[in-house]
């Protein structure tokens, strides 16, 4: 239990804003922190739903919400995961070698190609949330997304070689109970996702969707698997914080084009 509760605090102490009790980082409180990451996506998902009920209860415009919609992940994660998503752009336009790039990875400072992809990341976010808030059929997938999206990226911090013997990432794997952990996450990423496809399975074509989602989400995750190895030697933070927000986008996508097809 107190592995439990420690595990809580240091993963909202990392990975949120969320003020929680400040507690030393070791073996014995770091253990199963990373199953308590979902966690975080599940209160991101609870504040988006309750930003769409007010924004429809009041008859807002589709760009006030779709902005502020975008904005929420932001002000609950920190940006923690948008900020390996500029890294990791990056080090890949910087078509650099392995140590280049790793390098890149661990300048604090932001470069050209990481804003302009950014700007993009968040214009295509954006987007995403104005459509949807006009056919939010398949909006539930989105609210979930955040969640899974982080089991997904946290599983492959136990089960991915680190590419370097240092940072975020190879501190939470070296002090991480990985068997326990990888089993956590993966179980939760499916569970989440049953558990919505069941709450909207009257919903016409749901579960296409959701087996839409799974097919995309699986390729994705292997290809950043093969990504990582090939090219950077392994997972970093930044690594697994790119693939939290590309598959956040791929659950804001999905849900988008299927509300506006099906």
Known sequence: MKSALSGILVAFSMYSTIPVKQIPWQKSTMRWALSFLPIIGLIIGLFEWLWYIFCTYFNAS????????????????????????????????????????????KDAH???????WLMVFLLFEIACFAQLYKTPKYLIFVFIGFSIA???????????????????????????????????????????????????FN????????KILICIV??????????????????????????ICTTELIFLLVPTLG????
């Open 62 to 105: 589709p760009v006030f919400y779709s902005i502020i919609a975008a904005i929420i992940p932001i002000i609950i994660s920190g940006g923690i995961h948008l900020d390996g998503l500029c890294d990791t752009c990056d080090a890949l336009c910087s078509f650099g070698d392995i140590e280049k790039k790793l390098t890149i990875l």
């Open 150 to 200: 982080r089991a997904l990226g946290g599983s492959k911090i136990v089960l991915l070689p680190c590419a370097k013997n240092s940072g975020l990432a190879h501190i939470f794997s070296q002090n991480s109970d990985k068997k326990i952990v990888l089993f956590t996450l993966i179980f939760e990423a499916i569970l989440f996702l049953i558990l919505t496809t069941l709450a909207i």
């Open 218 to 243: 699986i390729i994705w995750y292997f290809i950043h698997n093969k990504l990582c190895k090939d090219i950077f030697g392994g997972i970093t933070g930044d690594l697994a914080g790119f693939f």
């Open 203 to 210: 919903i016409n074509n749901s579960i296409f969707i959701s």
């Open 259 to 262: 509300g506006m097809i099906l």
């Open 110 to 116: 932001i470069g050209a190609f990481g804003s302009m």
